[in-house]
């Protein structure tokens, strides 16, 4: 790296370091010759002093070096004088221990006070440095020089300590004064200058005149120095105090020499004494500049505030003490209507608003007191005309105003359109808020700055949580928003305040206080931007739409299964419009007619054509009926494809009507039911026959089996006891199988014709049980069976199938009973148009098993015992309640009976 590109040395500049181990090798050897005192103390005030002037110039980074070398200096003087090298290098560490400490003590006084402008700052300060930073070098000194029996210790201390006081009170107002007074705030004009010459090239001669004149020389030094200090500023007040000290010290150092041992002390309390005379001084030369800068600030800045307040535009007043206004500018007197002159015969009392004068006079009296500073307030203030307005008025007391006087300045700033503007913007949030905090929606204003987020209550209890539960933090919203759905929130927010989109809108789950999660939909926008075009407000709602979002669930749900319902169930859609004649058909609809969309024309004439010609004036009357008088038509009709087949239809529609009644659409289904036509049209003939073999199966088998029957009695009784006992069984075992097969043909033949015949009237169940109880009286009278009945209702139904109903119910009750005489309980309900009927007993049950199973033909329960009956009469029971549109079912209770239960139509439910 050649020397160019180096960085500037930055080692202490040589020249002051030379400088400070010159003069103090050539002063301290001076004072050591000259004004060697008892002890073998040498008054090195001067070199100490200067030291301290050196060290205190700017630049702190040269202190250390400068400091070194007035060491190494002192030590050659000592050296010089004849002082041997130990003793040398100790008083000169002692003496720069006092340099050292002088100067820490100078820098934190310079910082913390101002001892340039404050006077008693630079008395504190000059107070600090005449005994802080001396004492610890003087004590040890005069340990080392009083070795070992230490005697004249005291003597030595107070020695060295007045002396270097004296360099002190000489020297250090000059460095304090320059070091915070630049040399452009001295008076540089030039007679001023040459003045301050004069005066402080006077100050030695008048010294030395002074020694050698008066008694009490010290006394006219003082004076001088006072009338310098009244026309010099401080430093140059300063420079004069310090030659004069200089001249006493220097003129009674030589005395010294002429006088006695004991005229050293003399001459040292002589230069402590006219040390002492530079501190008042430079303490009234401060004082009176002091005086003089607040003189010429006061008066300049009353200029300065007369013409501001002359030029301002906002409006200003002077106000007295007790209110008055003492002037005021353009501005406030446009302000309120008022000519200058007027203004300034009012009061604020006159210009404040009578209702606003209270409050104001409170803030006056606490402001004029002390009790409250300045201070800023919205008031209203009435202009001329008697109209008010609305004011920022602020106020500052001055202790001294015009002329000296305590007073106050006012300003008046006109806010009323903003005060306008704010309670318009404020009426209309509110209207906004009550909206929409009335209809449950959720408000948040974030203030994208500060990082807050007001919440509103309904925001709050929406989730279940109180407003102080929730906060203000900007970021609580994503706190409680759903793991899965939290990234897509917040990339939204984020594109939205990014300026990608025009608005936030985003859904999603936020966890309730209670741990279930409800459906928010979050809308909200970016309101307010700084001058750069930031974000700063942003303004939302929120609204819960669980439970929209649940029945869009559902409706979802329900349109899967209507889909798969009508695509397994072979349903075509249909939609027509009166008013336009237009038809609309789903793919199943045209697969049912046999079209296509493009085979048909879409309106009602060419529908109607596709009808069997059989059937198509019925249809379209019972159509135009429907739309005269109804919300909804059925209809089952035949159709003809394009192929000339015939196809049953069962069609079923809903009319949507207009609000004046008229039908606006007709929205329906159609249903092929050719194959079930066809199905039932088989089955009936099936039934048919069936019945006609049923009825011959009976004819032509109860013959026979009465005939064995009527045989086997006649045989038993005519053998009587002549047959054997295994002759006499079977012919029993014929007899009573005869009569079961018989019993079994009329069973099957009452099963296969009920139902084919009903006849559905109003019948009173009361009635048809006390008839079955009637017929069934011989087996409950041996069986000992108590039958509980209450009252029953009375139903749409059939009389004799009703009463065959519970004929059967009581006899399986009794012949499956248990060891108990069997208790029957007979009693009902009514739920909307439906009579419920429960049988129950406390027979031996049934398991749950066979709940289905014995309402099947020739189904019987498996038991212990063999117990009569043929399997059909729950079958029968079943196949009657079918027939009078009703249904029967077992309500198991094992080992404590059983409970049958059916229900029918009522006698006035609609059919």
């Known amino acids: ?23 103090y090798f050539f002063t301290a050897y001076a004072s050591i010759a000259v004004s060697r005192l008892p002890g073998s103390i040498a008054v090195i005030w001067i070199a100490n002093a200067l030291t301290l002037a050196l060290a205190l110039w700017p630049g702190e980074r040269r202190r250390p070096a400068i400091i070194l070398a007035a060491i190494c200096g002192g030590i050659l003087a000592n050296l010089a004088t004849g002082t041997d090298l130990l003793t040398s290098v100790v008083l000169m ?55 070992p029996a230490f005697e004249g210790l005291a003597t030595i201390v107070e020695m060295w300590w007045l002396g270097s006081a004296m360099g002190m009170i000489a020297i250090a107002p000059m460095a304090i004064l320059y070091r915070g007074i630049a040399p452009t705030a001295q008076d540089t004009r030039g007679s001023r200058r040459l003045e301050a010459i004069l005066l402080i090239l006077a100050m030695p001669v008048l010294a030395i005149a002074s020694l050698a004149l008066f008694d009490y020389p010290l006394v006219v030094v003082g004076l001088a ?71 010429d600030s006061a008066t300049t800045n009353e200029y300065f505030a007369r013409r501001i307040i002359e030029s301002s535009p906002i409006g200003m007043a002077i106000v007295s003490l007790d209110g008055a206004l003492l002037s005021g500018n353009d501005a406030l007197a446009s302000m309120l ?58 106020v500052a007391v001055l202790e001294k105003g015009p002329g000296g006087v305590p007073c106050m300045i006012s300003q008046f700033e006109d806010i009323d359109l903003r005060r306008r503007y704010e309670r318009d913007l404020r009426d209309q949030e509110e209207r906004w808020h009550f909206a929409l ?51 897509a929130a917040l990339t939204a927010d984020q594109n939205h305040i990014a300026g990608e989109t025009p608005y936030f809108e985003s859904q999603f789950r936020m966890r309730h206080k209670d741990g ?42 329900l349109k899967d299964r209507i889909e798969l319902a009508v695509d397994a169930g072979g349903v075509g859609i249909w939609e027509w419009t009166p008013a336009t004649g237009s038809i609309g058909w789903d793919w199943r609809t045209h697969q049912i007619f046999g079209t296509t969309p493009e085979t048909i024309r879409n309106d009602l004439v060419d529908w109607a054509d596709r009808l069997h010609p059989a059937d198509a004036d019925a249809v379209m009357e019972g159509l135009d009926e429907a739309l005269r008088q109804s919300d909804s038509w059925q209809a089952e009709f035949r ?47 099936a039934n048919e026959r069936l019945n006609q073999f049923a009825s011959i199966a009976s004819h032509d088998m109860q013959a026979p089996l009465r005939h064995i029957a009527l045989n086997s009695e006649m045989l038993l009784a005519e053998l009587g006891g002549k047959a054997s006992p295994e002759a006499s069984e079977s012919l029993r075992i014929l007899i009573d199988r005869s009569r079961h097969l018989q019993q079994l043909v009329k069973s099957l033949l009452a099963y296969s014709r009920a139902g084919d015949q009903v006849k559905l009237e109003p019948v009173d169940l009361n009635a048809t049980l006390a008839r079955a109880i009637d017929i069934l009286g011989t087996d409950i009278a041996a069986s000992g069976c108590r039958i509980v009945r209450g009252d029953l209702p009375t139903v749409r139904g059939d009389r004799i199938l009703l009463t065959q109903v519970f004929q059967n119910l009581i006899s399986n009750a009794i012949k499956f009973r248990g060891q108990a005489d069997p208790v029957i309980e007979i009693g009902s309900e009514i739920h909307g148009d439906r009579a419920y009927v429960r049988i129950s007993d406390n027979g031996i049950g049934i398991d749950d098993t066979y709940k289905d199973y014995i309402f099947e033909v020739f189904k019987r329960i498996p038991t212990s015992d063999k117990r009569p009956g043929t399997g059909i009469g729950l079958a029968l029971c079943r196949r009657i309640m079918t027939a009078m549109k009703g249904d029967i079912w077992l309500h198991p209770k094992i080992d404590e009976g059983s409970c049958f239960m059916f229900k029918l139509p009522l006698a006035d439910a609609a059919e």
């Open 1 to 23: 790296m050649n020397s160019e590109s180096r960085s500037p040395d930055r080692s202490p500049a040589l020249g002051p370091v030379a400088l400070a181990a010159a003069l």
């Open 337 to 394: 209507g008022y000519s200058r002159d007027e203004l300034s015969t009012l009061t604020v009392r006159d210009i404040t608003l009578p209702n606003d004068w209270p409050a104001s006079a409170d803030m006056f009296a606490k402001a004029k007191t002390g009790a409250m500073g300045n201070y800023s307030v919205e008031k209203r203030h009435v202009r001329k005309d008697g109209t008010n307005f609305w004011t920022l008025l602020t």
């Open 93 to 147: 560490l002692c003496n720069g221990t006092e340099i050292v400490l002088a100067v820490l003590i100078s820098d934190v006084c310079l910082r913390r006070w101002k001892p340039q402008d404050e006077p008693l700052d630079f008395i504190r300060m000059l107070a600090l440095l005449v005994s802080v930073p001396i004492l610890p070098g003087a004590i040890a000194a005069s340990a080392f020089l009083s070795r």
């Open 225 to 295: 120095l006072v009338i310098i200090a009244v026309r010099l500023p401080p430093f140059d007040t300063a420079m004069a105090a310090g030659l004069a000290v200089f001249t006493v010290s220097a003129v009674g150092a030589l005395a010294a020499n002429l006088i006695k041992a004991d005229g050293g002390v003399h001459v040292m309390t002589l230069d402590v004494t006219a040390a002492l005379a530079v501190v008042p001084a430079i303490y009234i030369s401060m004082v009176l500049r002091h005086l003089q800068r607040e003189r």
């Open 516 to 557: 279930r999660w409800i459906w928010i939909l979050d809308r909200g926008r970016v309101i307010e931007q700084d001058r750069d075009g930031n974000p700063m407000r942003m303004i939302g709602i929120h609204t819960d739409i669980t439970k929209p979002k649940a029945d869009q669930e559902e409706m979802a749900r």
């Open 639 to 685: 159709i003809l494809t394009p192929a000339r087949e015939e196809r049953h239809i069962r069609a079923s529609g809903r009319i949507i009507r207009n609000a004046d009644g008229s039908p606006d659409m007709l929205v329906g289904t159609n249903l092929d039911i050719t194959e079930q036509r066809k199905r039932a049209l088989e089955l009936r003939e």
């Open 437 to 487: 905090e009335a209809a449950g929606q959720g408000v948040w204003d974030a203030n994208l700055a500060t990082g807050k987020t007001y919440y509103s209550p309904t925001w709050c209890s929406m989730l279940g949580y109180s407003s102080q539960e929730i906060g203000d933090d900007i970021d609580r919203w994503l706190t409680l928003i759903h793991p899965d759905d939290r990234e």
